[in-house]
């Protein structure tokens, strides 16, 4: 019964970081993001694919699908919400082939020299 317990509390641990990932990656969105090229106002530069990486790094690529997924989503209903749906599936699309990439990539072997590999490969 123990060891069911602490699977149960180690998953909770797990969600709750996720959650705060994805929380930290809309903030950086709501502070930081302005137009890379002025006269395309959709091409935005933020930072919020950094809590999303840092997460697929330390839970996996599949883990960081589900947080491209829910701060896609969030972000494309609330600090993006001018894009709208294809904004939000652009979003997770470009964000989710680079986090499968890298994180496979890291997940073979956990290493600083391969994170950088990962991260020039995606």
């Known amino acids: 019964m123990e060891i069911n317990q602490k699977k149960g ?3 909770t641990v797990r969600l ?3 959650g705060m990932l994805v929380a930290i990656a809309v903030v950086l969105v709501y ?4 137009p890379i090229i002025p006269v395309l106002p959709f091409m935005e530069y ?3 694919d950094v809590p999303i990486m840092i997460g697929t790094f330390a839970f996996g690529p599949l883990a960081g699908l589900v947080l491209t997924g829910v701060a896609g989503i969030v972000q494309g209903v609330t600090v993006s919400a001018s894009s709208g749906i294809y904004g939000i599936i652009m979003h997770i ?4 082939t680079y986090v ?7 997940n073979k072997n ?3 020299k391969n994170a950088i590999v990962a991260l020039v490969a995606a």
């Open 46 to 48: 933020d930072p919020a």
């Open 110 to 112: 956990k290493s600083k």
């Open 16 to 18: 709750a970081k996720m």
């Open 9 to 11: 509390r180690a998953k």
């Open 93 to 96: 699309v470009a964000t989710g």
């Open 31 to 34: 502070l930081i993001h302005f």
């Open 100 to 106: 499968l990439v890298a994180g496979t990539i890291y």
